[in-house]
Structure formats: C-alpha cells, structure tokens
C-alpha cells in the first residue's frame, strides 16, 4: 500500500521535473537510475532513500525540504509552490516562463503583478 508522504514526496518531485522542464529520462540520467524508476518514485509507489532524495534536490536545485512542503506538520519552505498549484497546461507555462526570465527582471515583474494584483503593501 503506498503511504501518503511517499505519494507527496512522488507528486513534488513530478511537479518540481515539469517546472523545469526535465524530462524523467533527464533526471534519472542526473542521479543515475533507470527513467522507470522515476516514474515509480513519481507515483509514490517506491520510496526515496534519504540519499537519492538528496541527489534528487541537488539535481533539481532545491533544498530537500522542498519535498516535503505541504505536509500536515511538515516543514514550509518560503518560495515554493504546493503541488497542485498547476492545475492546467496554461498556468503550467506560465510558472515555466517566469523562472525563465533572468532573477533581476524576474524580480520586477513580481512586484508589477502584485501591484496589478492589489496585494502590494
């Protein structure tokens, strides 16, 4: 039976892959399994050794506590997204682009959406 931490854990790593963009061929290339695998940890249906979750983080730049962002009780990590906080193709490409552009713009265009947003302080 799969547990829910390794189903989050699966669902994180997933959606931190297509963030990226990296494909599972990609990845398991970066931490040196089989694309199969990934799919299975992906899935939550095998688990991440503490070790190949760390190579994982490192491969992916993020913290390893980034894993575990969301969990009831869990740690928080300021500047990472909850995993479903992609629900279609077009917010999808929006989250791409804008870690695409240089953390300077980036930066601009952030306080410009809060502005327009109304949540500027």
Do not use: C
């Amino acid at each position: 039976m799969k547990h829910p931490v390794d189903i989050h854990v699966g669902k994180r790593i997933r959606h931190r892959r297509w963030i990226m963009p990296m494909t599972q061929a990609q990845l398991a290339d970066a931490v040196g399994v089989k694309f199969q695998q990934i799919q299975k940890y992906e899935a939550g249906t095998n688990r991440v050794s503490a070790s190949r979750l760390w190579e994982i983080a490192r491969a992916m730049e993020v913290p390893v506590s980034y894993f575990f962002d969301g969990l009831p009780g869990g740690v928080t990590e300021v500047g990472t997204l909850p995993a479903d906080v992609v629900p279609d193709s077009e917010a999808l490409e929006l989250v791409r682009s804008y870690y695409a552009i240089p953390e300077n713009q980036r930066r601009q265009l952030f306080e410009l959406a809060r502005v327009l947003s109304g949540s500027a302080t």
